[in-house]
């Protein structure tokens, strides 16, 4: 399991120390990390984060499922690529099939803090310690998650209000994940919105 990780605010290992204050300076690392690890220079496109490992244990078994309508969005995957062989061959296929949207990072906690910087949103398929410890590191970077609720962590972002911090799914629920994930896309539209949603990821 990760240990906890420094805040993006004072993490020498990324590309661009950043608060909540100075939040705009996280697209420098998604820049910095595009070039690094292969990924299509684009600002407009949601880099989606997989950082948990690829396990049953961790709700994996919907992965497969997901990478199908991920093919039908506008959204770059970045993913720490460890865990049981059949969820890496699925990784592999994928990522050779859509080069320059997909990477596969090698496990090690330099490749896994330079991601969260990066990444505007991650998924997680279920809850548990692991997964628990990977939300509350993705919130200290400002990173938005795509999660079943967590109760008095994650919050399911309402745009009428500004408020929330992630976009929450029924866990074991395909349909309702896709939807979450379309709805952060569709809200990454909106650079001033996904601004607010990521200063209340950080906060």
Not at 21 to 33: A, D, G, H, V, Y
Not at 109 to 117: F, M, Q, S, V, W
Not at 132 to 159: C, F, M, T
Request: aromatic content about 10%; hydrophobic content about 40%; some cysteine.
């Amino acid at each position: 399991m990760t240990p906890n990780l420094p805040t993006a605010a004072y993490d020498n290992k990324i590309y661009s120390k950043f608060s909540k204050k100075t939040i705009e300076k996280k697209s420098l690392n998604k820049e910095e990390f595009q070039k690094e690890f292969s990924l299509i220079p684009e600002k407009k496109t949601l880099l989606l984060g997989i950082t948990t490992e690829l396990t049953d244990n961790n709700g994996f078994e919907l992965l497969e499922d997901l990478l199908a309508g991920i093919e039908n969005l506008d959204i770059q995957l970045a993913i720490k690529g460890v865990g049981t062989a059949k969820f890496q061959q699925l990784i592999v296929d994928f990522a050779d099939k859509h080069q320059g949207k997909v990477t596969v990072l090698e496990d090690n906690e330099d490749n896994l803090r330079k991601l969260y910087a990066a990444a505007d949103a991650v998924v997680f398929f279920t809850l548990n310690k692991e997964t628990e410890q990977e939300i509350a590191n993705a919130l200290s970077y400002g990173v938005v998650p795509i999660a079943p609720a967590l109760k008095g962590v994650l919050d399911d972002y309402n745009p009428n209000q500004e408020s929330g911090n992630a976009f929450i799914f029924k866990e074991g629920s395909i349909w309702s994940a896709y939807e979450a994930l379309v709805r952060a896309n569709e809200n990454y539209r909106f650079p001033y919105d996904w601004k607010t949603i990521c200063k209340n990821a950080i906060s």
